[in-house]
């Protein structure tokens, strides 16, 4: 099964900007769809962005949508997510995430199964 393991998070002040790693330990090119994912202190952990590895095509969710990037480099098995005008309230731990993808769309959020350990992203006002 394939592992998961993020790098870059740290802490910056409101407006900076990150950018966080997600090394796989086998290719994840058009078999997986990748995700990231969050968690803030007292709630649920929740996805902000997908890349469909067969379309190329990103998905994100409103809270992120215009500032953050999903991308992907095959040859590294590496996937990245660039944070851009960050806010205190995106401070979370941030997790890579992969599901098999059985057609042409990606699962739903919940159907993620493959984890990493997580980093911690904290932004300060």
């Known amino acids: 099964q394939v592992q998961l393991a993020e790098s870059g998070g740290g802490s910056v002040q409101a407006g900076g900007s990150l950018r966080l790693s997600c090394e796989s330990s086998e290719y994840t090119g058009s078999r997986y769809c990748m995700g990231w994912f969050r968690q803030a202190p007292g709630k649920e952990r929740e996805g902000i962005a997908q890349?469909?590895?067969?379309?190329?095509?990103?998905f994100y969710a409103d809270s992120v949508k215009g500032r953050f990037t999903i991308s992907q480099n095959n040859a590294k098995n590496t996937l990245y997510l660039q944070m851009n005008t960050l806010k205190p309230e995106d401070t979370a731990m941030y997790y890579c995430?992969?599901?098999?993808?059985?057609?042409?769309?990606?699962?739903?959020?919940?159907?993620?199964?493959?984890w990493g350990q997580g980093t911690q992203v904290t932004v300060s006002s």
């Open positions: 890349i469909n590895t067969r379309t190329g095509n990103p």
């Open positions: 995430a992969a599901v098999l993808q059985r057609g042409l769309w990606c699962p739903s959020w919940g159907e993620y199964n493959y």
